[in-house]
């Protein structure tokens, strides 16, 4: 079945600093989704970022990811990061088509901030 | 809009008891998914409605868990025998379309406690 690898455990880093989260997959699918899921304290997850298209960009509150079917990646980066970027970061994947959508998630990566 | 709703938000029960929890979705959304939430585990998926019917349900374990969704206003998991190995997180979440690009959204989750 289909499985995401991202960094796990606990990411620290001093504000102001670049960060990068890796996230990697295995799928039979030529064509999967990919997404970046961010839960904050307390609070359930919400979509940062999701993209189908290889080889491109995107985009969203300062926070950037490319998907790389040669090397079946997705990593989230930001160039610099904030305080109130600290939160549990989920990278996840669904299959194409109209059968099952359902989400298949890395283990995540707690990523906490230091002023 | 109000999201997603779960209740009960906190369901404590004693190892054997049955714990039923449950899930409005968005009005208008047409998918309904069920997750579990773990510390060690991380975000599991365990059961997914399309137009309320059940379409996969490969993540439930067979014995105790089973799912419905008897009407597009509300879908519910329960738990026969609950075990400690149960405790976890609960969320529901639901999407405007059944598309593997379509964008999930989360409610808060019930936490269940099982003694």
């Known amino acids: 079945g289909d499985s995401v690898t991202q960094t796990e455990g606990l990411v620290t880093l001093t504000e102001g600093l670049p960060v990068m989260l890796n996230c990697t997959y295995q799928?039979?699918?030529?064509?999967?989704?990919l997404f970046w899921y961010v839960q904050h304290l307390n609070e359930s997850p919400r979509l940062l970022l999701k993209?189908?298209?290889?080889?491109k960009r995107t985009e969203h509150q300062g926070f950037h990811a490319t998907l790389h079917k040669s090397s079946s990646s997705f990593h989230l980066q930001k160039s610099s990061a904030q305080l109130s970027d600290s939160a549990l970061y989920y990278c996840?994947?669904?299959?194409?088509?109209?059968?099952?959508?359902?989400?298949?998630f890395g283990k995540g990566t707690k990523f906490s901030l230091i002023p | 809009n109000a999201g997603v709703i779960q209740t009960p938000r906190h369901k404590v029960t004693g190892k054997g008891q049955e714990a039923t929890l449950w899930c409005e979705p968005i009005?208008?959304?047409?998918?309904v998914f069920w997750y579990r939430q773990t510390i060690v585990q991380g975000l599991e998926f365990l059961t997914y409605f399309r137009n309320q019917a059940p379409i996969d349900d490969s993540g439930m374990p067979k014995e105790r868990f089973s799912a419905q969704m008897p009407n597009q206003s509300h879908s519910t998991l329960k738990i026969q025998s609950t075990q400690p190995q149960d405790s976890a997180v609960y969320l529901c979440?639901?999407?405007?379309?059944?598309?593997?690009?379509?964008?999930?959204?989360f409610g808060p989750g019930t936490r269940l406690l099982v003694l």
């Open positions: 009005s208008g959304h047409s998918a």
């Open positions: 799928t039979i699918y030529s064509n999967p989704f």
């Open positions: 993209s189908f298209t290889d080889n």
């Open positions: 996840a994947l669904s299959p194409p088509g109209t059968g099952s959508n359902r989400l298949t």
């Open positions: 979440a639901s999407s405007l379309v059944w598309g593997g690009q379509d964008t999930q959204y």
